[in-house]
């Protein structure tokens, strides 16, 4: 099955508060290296034939983001078998 994976983040000028508190959180889990942390949304979009990138950025830019506060990022995913997938 065809997959588009779209990436949507706040823009850099916004701020993020969730964001703010995984990195508020990280030197108590003994993480003292990390300067920054933004947090968004990643939406899977699975097509019966051929993924269709100008189709998702459609989507995206009427659906899933919010264009004032927000950008998106738009790439094809390769099936699962050909791809390596790490699992945490």
Same mark, same amino acid.
């Given at each position: 099955?065809? #997959?588009? @994976?779209? $990436?949507v983040? !706040?823009?850099?000028?916004? !701020?993020?508060?969730? %964001?703010?508190a995984v990195?508020?959180? +990280?030197?108590? +889990? %003994?993480v &003292?290296?990390? &300067? &920054? @942390?933004?947090?968004g949304r990643?939406?899977?979009i699975?097509?019966? %034939? =051929?993924p269709?990138p $100008?189709?998702?950025r459609?989507?995206?830019d009427?659906l899933l983001?919010?264009p @004032?506060?927000e950008?998106?990022t738009? #790439?094809? =995913?390769?099936?699962? %078998?050909d ?6």
């Amino acid at each position: 099955m065809a #997959r588009v @994976v779209v $990436d949507v983040m !706040l823009k850099p000028e916004i !701020l993020d508060p969730q %964001g703010q508190a995984v990195a508020n959180a +990280l030197p108590r +889990l %003994g993480v &003292s290296d990390v &300067s &920054s @942390v933004r947090i968004g949304r990643r939406i899977e979009i699975e097509f019966a %034939g =051929e993924p269709d990138p $100008d189709t998702a950025r459609e989507i995206a830019d009427k659906l899933l983001a919010n264009p @004032v506060i927000e950008d998106f990022t738009i #790439r094809v =995913e390769e099936p699962a %078998g050909d791809a390596a997938r790490v699992n945490a």
